[in-house]
């Protein structure tokens, strides 16, 4: 059984976290995570991970993806990975599946939660089952920087500040949380 997590990462916070939840994905019993990255619209593809190849959404079990917030929403090199995604909409490759969201921003207030919800929204499309962080995940009560319901979260200040470990603790039980579903779900 395998997760499929598709990030993009600007300053490297997101791709961090990618590894995190990744981490959490490997706790659990026959699950393995798949890390994939898109393409950068800028040209820069100076990212070490593969590129995600459309067939992947009809060979996971769960699906993660993960953007910095910019201007409140998804990137853009994010927003145009899944806009390519009709034919593998038409096909049903992401319905009944788990799915999840998670974001960094540079600033406070910088639309984390309005980024998380986008995110969602192409799921939903698909058929996906979104999946959150319940209030019984600890974490979320104590953090006083990142992490939300909606998916695990991280505020970077420009790269200055590294993910916490209230952060990282929710990204890695997020992690554990999807891949424990899709298990749930596949037997």
């Not at 990212?47 to 459309?54: F, L, T």
């Not at 990975?81 to 406070?108: H, Q, Y």
């Amino acid at each position: 059984m395998n997760v499929l997590i598709i990030y993009y990462s600007t300053n490297g916070s997101t791709k961090k976290m990618a590894r995190l939840i990744a981490r959490g994905v490997e706790m659990v019993d026959d699950a393995s995570s798949v890390i994939r990255t898109v393409n950068d619209l800028s040209g820069n593809n100076k990212d070490s991970d593969v590129i995600v190849d459309k067939s992947e959404l009809n060979q996971c079990d769960a699906i993660i993806i993960g953007s910095p917030t910019h201007f409140g929403n998804m990137s853009g090199s994010m927003k145009a990975f899944l806009d390519t995604t009709t034919a593998e909409w038409f096909n049903g490759a992401l319905i009944g599946k788990p799915a999840g969201v998670f974001t960094s921003t540079s600033s406070m207030h910088g639309g984390q939660e309005s980024t998380l919800l986008s995110m969602m929204l192409p799921l939903l499309h698909h058929g996906a089952i979104i999946t959150g962080i319940p209030y019984s995940e600890k974490k979320l009560n104590n953090t006083k920087s990142g992490g939300t319901p909606y998916g695990p979260s991280h505020v970077s200040f420009n790269s200055e500040i590294e993910i916490t470990d209230d952060e990282k603790e929710i990204c890695i039980n997020f992690g554990k949380r999807i891949a424990s579903l899709a298990k749930k779900l596949k037997s």
